[in-house]
């Protein structure tokens, strides 16, 4: 071995060490700002990646004497017991359908209402909107629910007025028929003045003199906000449209839970609130994993396909 050979073997340590001590000198410059991060990372780790380690049980059938370990390994028998259930298509058609309906409807509202606020010269009525669309998302669900029992009830305003119009009552509450509409929105409701803030500072974030020189090419009120604003947030747009994407076998559990009925249970029945009532209620702990391992994993493909597409479609995407 030559003289440059035996220099390379032996710097070849120090070269892989030296990554290494750029971190730690590195950490040392910045501890405090790591001993902030240290207290969301644990969290992470002990209540989102640490059970992870209970997934098997949707593979085995639990047993909470024996514990995970000692139950016995069945391998897709429960999922192929959730495919091969009656309720099945029940199920998947009515999580899909309220998630995509709120999709398409509930999405573009906050945006509308970002850009109307936007749009509003006095900043006195602007602000009161958002005050008066921003205090709904603080109401507790619960007390969201009773209001929507009592409007909807068979003697309550909503009925009042459609007898006065001539019409006849309608049981809302306790119609499949109506539920979807009235979860939906009421979901919109509450939640449009707070999905706004982000598109609300997106807007702020744009040049002045973009508008200004649209409005001396003449461009109207409407051209302005359709070629500075919109173009400005669409970026913004994207991610939270993937992020809700992600999301899309989720829904609500507590205020469905709260509005499900035996008349209603025709569509308000989704997953989420079957895998409480099946899971929690009756024990079967082992199926609804399957059944929430089933769940999680549309829900990653959905985020990877939609990541992909607009990565590809544009330069904004999660990763």
Same mark, same amino acid.
């Given at each position: 071995?030559?003289?440059?050979?035996?220099?390379?073997?032996?710097?070849?340590?120090?070269?892989?060490?030296?990554?290494?001590?750029?971190?730690?000198?590195?950490?040392?410059?910045?501890?405090?700002?790591?001993?902030?991060?240290?207290?969301?990372?644990?969290?992470?780790?002990?209540?989102?990646?640490?059970?992870?380690?209970?997934?098997?049980?949707?593979?085995?059938?639990?047993?909470?004497?024996?514990?995970?370990?000692?139950?016995?390994?069945?391998?897709?028998?429960?999922?192929?017991?959730?495919?091969?259930?009656?309720?099945?298509?029940?199920?998947?058609?009515?999580?899909?359908?309220?998630?995509?309906?709120?999709?398409?409807?509930?999405?573009?509202?906050?945006?509308?209402?970002?850009?109307?606020?936007? +749009?509003?010269?006095?900043?006195?009525?602007?602000?009161?909107?958002?005050?008066?669309?921003?205090?709904?998302?603080?109401?507790?669900?619960?007390?969201?629910?009773?209001?929507?029992?009592?409007?909807?009830?068979?003697?309550?305003?909503?009925?009042?007025?459609?007898?006065?119009? !001539?019409?006849?009552?309608?049981?809302?509450?306790?119609?499949?028929?109506?539920?979807?509409?009235?979860?939906?929105?009421?979901?919109?409701?509450?939640?449009? !003045?707070?999905?706004?803030?982000?598109?609300?500072?997106?807007?702020?974030?744009?040049?002045?003199?973009?508008?200004?020189?649209?409005?001396?090419?003449?461009?109207?009120?409407?051209?302005?906000?359709?070629?500075?604003?919109?173009? !400005?947030?669409?970026?913004?747009?994207?991610?939270?449209?993937?992020?809700?994407?992600?999301?899309?076998?989720?829904? !609500?559990? +507590?205020?469905?839970?709260?509005?499900?009925?035996?008349?209603?249970?025709?569509?308000?029945?989704?997953?989420?609130?079957?895998?409480?009532?099946?899971?929690?209620?009756?024990? +079967?702990?082992?199926?609804?994993?399957?059944?929430?391992?089933?769940?999680?994993?549309?829900?990653?493909?959905?985020?990877?396909?939609?990541?992909?597409?607009?990565?590809?479609?544009?330069?904004?995407?999660?990763?």
């Amino acid at each position: 071995m030559n003289k440059a050979e035996i220099h390379n073997t032996a710097a070849a340590p120090r070269f892989r060490r030296e990554p290494g001590r750029r971190l730690v000198r590195q950490i040392a410059r910045r501890y405090d700002l790591y001993l902030m991060l240290l207290i969301p990372v644990t969290w992470y780790l002990v209540f989102h990646y640490g059970p992870l380690y209970g997934l098997q049980i949707a593979f085995k059938n639990f047993n909470p004497g024996k514990g995970i370990l000692g139950s016995s390994w069945v391998g897709f028998e429960h999922f192929q017991r959730f495919f091969d259930s009656y309720y099945f298509w029940r199920l998947l058609w009515n999580t899909l359908s309220i998630n995509l309906f709120s999709l398409l409807i509930a999405f573009p509202v906050p945006i509308m209402l970002a850009l109307l606020i936007n +749009e509003i010269g006095s900043k006195r009525y602007s602000k009161l909107l958002q005050n008066v669309t921003y205090i709904p998302h603080f109401i507790s669900v619960v007390v969201i629910v009773g209001i929507l029992t009592v409007l909807l009830s068979p003697s309550g305003p909503v009925n009042m007025l459609i007898q006065a119009l !001539g019409g006849t009552p309608t049981r809302f509450m306790e119609s499949a028929a109506w539920f979807k509409t009235i979860f939906i929105s009421s979901n919109i409701w509450q939640n449009m !003045g707070w999905q706004s803030i982000i598109y609300i500072a997106a807007l702020s974030g744009i040049n002045p003199q973009l508008y200004e020189a649209a409005k001396m090419d003449g461009a109207s009120r409407i051209r302005r906000i359709w070629h500075v604003s919109l173009p !400005g947030i669409i970026p913004v747009i994207v991610i939270l449209l993937i992020l809700d994407i992600g999301q899309f076998m989720n829904i !609500g559990f +507590e205020k469905i839970l709260l509005m499900q009925n035996n008349l209603n249970l025709e569509s308000s029945d989704v997953i989420s609130t079957f895998v409480y009532t099946t899971g929690i209620l009756k024990g +079967e702990y082992s199926y609804t994993a399957a059944i929430g391992l089933f769940n999680s994993l549309i829900n990653l493909t959905l985020l990877l396909l939609v990541n992909r597409f607009a990565r590809k479609t544009s330069d904004t995407s999660l990763w």
